[in-house]
């Protein structure tokens, strides 16, 4: 029993470490998704967004993987919460909580990078509406000009008598 329980608490290690690689990569990719968006008007953003995707499906995986693990362990231990688990007596908690507040910093600096992302791709699009506006301004400008008068038929002056 306490051999299976050890083993569950290091997959939990483990499950965790794995996320924390994958929320570095999505990390990583979003500052060259920064980068893209400041030096090239977000030309790549698919791209950015295709390759985040399959990492937050690998995050999907790996909680789904956690979750089980940890309901397991609850029913072993006949616990409701891992808040209730002696660290004095399996020390692989005190890693686990130190990895999870790792995974939660990362994915806090991950969240402020996408607001700032997704304010800059916003403030990319209002300026092409605005230049949209202007161009389509102009078109008609210019179609006013070149369409003739059909209009023009006798002049009529009246005159006051």
């Not at 990719?29 to 698919?46: A, F, H, M, R, S």
């Not at 399959?54 to 919460?81: C, P, Y």
């Not at 688990?85 to 939660?104: A, C, G, H, W």
Request: proline share 1%; hydrophobic share 35%.
């Amino acid at each position: 029993m306490m051999e299976s329980i050890e083993k569950m608490m290091n997959d939990l290690v483990e499950l965790l470490e794995e996320k924390k690689a994958v929320l570095e990569k999505i990390h990583e990719l979003t500052l060259k998704q920064k980068e893209d968006i400041e030096n090239n008007q977000g030309d790549n953003i698919n791209g950015f967004i295709d390759k985040k995707q399959v990492e937050i499906d690998k995050i999907n995986v790996i909680d789904e993987d956690f979750a089980n693990t940890v309901k397991k362990l609850k029913l072993e231990l006949d616990i409701e919460s891992l808040e209730q688990v002696d660290t004095d007596r399996f020390p692989q908690m005190k890693v686990m909580r130190v990895k999870i507040e790792e995974i939660l910093s990362l994915g806090n600096d991950i969240m402020k990078l996408e607001e700032y992302n997704k304010d800059k791709i916003i403030e990319i699009i209002n300026h092409i509406k605005k230049d949209l506006k202007a161009v389509n301004l102009g078109r008609k400008s210019v179609k006013a000009y070149e369409k003739p008068n059909i209009d023009v038929g006798g002049i009529y002056i009246d005159r006051k008598k």
